[in-house]
């Protein structure tokens, strides 16, 4: 870590680490700050939220466009951090713990139910270390030996880490030693939860990413297990009343600059940038997921509409919906959802498969499994 870099204005103080380095550890929040050359920014950002807030009041099964977009925020956080999985593959997973699916697909279906795991016991309790361990543990859990023997689901580091390099010599950044950074999480953690605010909710989500990644409380998943927190404290003011805006897809096109303005924080106080792309990130990606919602819907009035055309049946109806929650469907899981026998399932399949919303996967036999490709499209970002 250049330590010239650190100037006057930096926003901690460097300590003593391991091998004569020195560790950056950040003030408490809130800082002070001056909020009005954000105004425009702000004003952007929270009239997009609001526009998303009234979108997804309309939705009648919210699950059909929340699964899609934890998708792609799923693949596209993991992919910043070198995970890999594509939207195909991510589909097939959710559905079948397919014998080809690799540790990375693995942990990309684990980013959801991390996702999920947190949303639901954020209905309970306050953004706390349980649920932030919590989520960690469900994001890593099971993190095979190759990817995962460092990686401590659930635990905290217990060893000094760093960013940006492979040896601490070179690292870009040295976030706080265990301690200090055990420290300074509880101070997050009452900052989060103090029942009152110095800042808009917007604002403070903004400077609650940047203190968790600054502090990198974990040996692995810090930049995943982050991303995750903004969406989860945006539900917890109120900013949003279902988890459907995700940064990631944003911040994956514009990871320099997410990087060097939260490093730029540290170094020299700017938080006007750091916050300036944070707003942006938000707009940006409410738009973009105004749109998904829009497609969605309207993928499924023509799924609803070519079924009608041709046929009476209800449970096909069933099953093409819930295709927008699980794309990826064998024929048993069809019986299921639609509450029918088999032979009527494989029925209703055959029938979706004529009507082109369903197509069979090649290679998988045993079940045999079948996809909704527009629906895994959509969601991707693919334009139909
Ligand atoms: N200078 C910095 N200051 C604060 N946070 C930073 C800085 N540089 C990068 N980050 C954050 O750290 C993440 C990358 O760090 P690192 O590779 O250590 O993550 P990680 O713990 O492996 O997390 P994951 O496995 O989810 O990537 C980035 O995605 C970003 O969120
Ligand atoms: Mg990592």
Not at 81 to 87: D, K, L, M, N, V
């Amino acid at each position: 870590m250049d330590q010239a870099l650190f100037g006057g204005e930096k926003t901690g103080e460097l300590v003593p680490t391991i091998e004569d380095m020195l560790a950056f550890v950040p003030n408490d929040l809130p800082p002070k700050l001056d909020l009005n050359c954000l105004i425009q920014e702000f004003g952007e950002a929270s009239a997009a939220l609001g526009g998303l807030k009234e979108i997804s009041s309309t939705i009648t099964n919210p699950y059909m466009v929340i699964r899609p977009l934890q998708r792609n925020e799923a693949l596209r956080s993991s992919a910043m951090e070198g995970t890999f999985s594509t939207a195909d593959n991510l589909a097939i997973v959710e559905a079948y713990d397919s014998p080809t699916a690799t540790e990375a697909d693995r942990e990309v279906l684990n980013y959801i139910r991390a996702i999920d795991f947190a949303e639901e016991q954020i209905r309970e309790l306050p953004i706390s270390h349980r649920v932030i361990r919590g989520m960690h543990a469900v994001l890593l859990r099971n993190a095979g030996k190759t990817r995962g023997s460092n990686k401590r689901p659930g635990e905290y580091k217990i060893h000094q880490n760093w960013i940006g390099a492979l040896k601490i010599k070179n690292a870009r950044f040295i976030p706080p030693p265990p301690k200090e950074a055990s420290d300074c999480l509880d101070k997050l953690e009452s900052f989060i939860n103090r029942g009152e605010t110095t800042y808009p909710a917007l604002i403070e989500a903004g400077l609650t990413h940047y203190q968790f990644e600054t502090i990198h409380p974990f040996g692995d998943g810090n930049g995943r297990v982050g991303r995750m927190l903004i969406t989860l404290q945006l539900m917890t003011s109120g900013l949003l009343d279902k988890p459907i805006l995700y940064v990631s897809p944003f911040i994956e096109i514009h990871k320099d600059e997410y990087i060097d303005s939260m490093f730029e924080v540290s170094t020299s106080g700017n938080w006007e940038r750091w916050l300036r792309f944070f707003l942006r990130a938000v707009t940006e990606s409410c738009k973009q997921t105004s749109a998904t919602i829009v497609r969605l819907n309207d993928l499924q009035s023509d799924f609803r509409a070519r079924i009608q055309n041709n046929t009476k049946s209800v449970s096909a109806l069933t099953i093409s919906d819930h295709l927008f929650e699980r794309p990826v469907i064998s024929i048993s899981e069809a019986a299921k959802v639609s509450v029918t026998s088999y032979q009527s399932a494989k029925k209703n399949i055959e029938q979706l498969v004529r009507l082109g919303i369903l197509r069979e996967i090649i290679g998988f036999e045993n079940p045999k499994l079948f996809w909704a490709k527009d629906v895994i499209d959509v969601s991707d970002g693919v334009q139909r």
